[in-house]
């Protein structure tokens, strides 16, 4: 599968969220070699997840679905109440 990269003046945010720090770690990796560094925020639960869309709006979340604190549906749930 081809990743599309980013150009320069792209401000694309991605936010990753999972409680595995391997799983962040890679995933990071991946996106980072294919021009989103520096664009990659991540964090290991839900609240977090929360507080970091709330501050940072990204425009893309890869969420975990097994979250320690919360349920990734249940995050997915308050983000849409909050944009609501």
Do not use: N, W
Request: charged share 30%; glycine share 6%.
């Amino acid at each position: 599968m081809k990743i599309p990269t980013l150009s320069t003046g792209d401000k694309l945010k991605i936010l990753l969220a999972d409680d595995s720090s391997l799983c962040l770690d890679r995933t990071r990796e991946i996106l980072d070699k294919h021009g989103f560094e520096g664009k990659v925020l991540t964090c290991m639960c839900g609240q977090d997840v929360l507080d970091i869309v709330e501050e940072h709006s990204p425009d893309i979340i890869l969420l975990d679905l097994f979250l320690p604190d919360i349920y990734g549906i249940d995050v997915l749930r308050k983000i849409r109440e909050v944009e609501s």
